[in-house]
């Protein structure tokens, strides 16, 4: 029997915010960020992002684990593996038709964006139905269709390790009918975005 969480904040006793398949809850109060584990609640640490394209619409945050993560190519036939390491962003959020739209996180790694932060402030944050363990797939999925002629098909060729993980709150701009991300400028319809 899965024992039951209360959705308090650790930190200050407010009430979390989210919604019925929300795996991640914020605190409005204290800017705190759990997430739901099998018998408890895992706090990690919130990052406010600085926006880069500024619109005159109302905003609301939209979360993005950042994973810092270690990655290693094995060179078959090479002298010594390639190591290196690279900060990701994967989205929290579910993305309709994503062949269709995109992965904000893909291509924030593609144009190796750099999200810095920024002050705290009080805004709505999209709901979050994406837990860290399902996200730490992503940088390993990333990493193999950015490097797809490098590691020839064979994706034995990689492996990863995860150093940190965080979550940053990325202002979005919102309209009625879209939401446009304040870090590319890209739009997306708002009913593309679960």
């Known amino acids: 029997m899965s024992q039951l969480i209360s959705l308090k904040c650790q930190k200050c006793q407010a009430n979390l915010n989210g919604e019925n398949n ?13 997430n739901v584990g099998e018998d408890k609640l895992h706090e990690f640490p919130v990052l406010y992002i600085k926006p880069q394209v500024v619109k005159k619409f109302e905003q609301v945050y939209f979360p993005f684990w950042q994973f810092e993560s270690q990655y290693t190519f094995r060179n078959e036939g090479e002298a010594g593996d390639y190591v290196s390491s690279r900060v990701f962003y994967i989205p929290a959020f579910f993305i309709k038709n994503i062949n269709y739209f995109g992965d904000i996180g893909f291509y924030y790694m593609k144009k190796n964006t750099i999200l810095e932060p920024g002050s705290r402030r009080k805004l709505e944050v999209f709901p979050a139905d994406r837990d ?3 996200a730490a797939q992503y940088p390993y999925i990333y990493m193999c269709k950015d490097n797809t002629k490098r590691i020839q098909n064979d994706f034995s060729n990689i492996t990863m390790k ?18 446009y991300d304040s870090i590319l400028s890209w739009k997306y319809p708002s009913g593309a975005l679960i």
């Open 132 to 134: 860290v363990n399902r």
């Open 162 to 179: 995860h150093k940190k993980a965080a979550m940053a709150l990325v202002p979005f701009y919102k309209t009625e009918n879209y939401y």
């Open 22 to 34: 929300s795996k991640v809850f914020f605190c409005h109060t204290c800017g705190s960020c759990f």
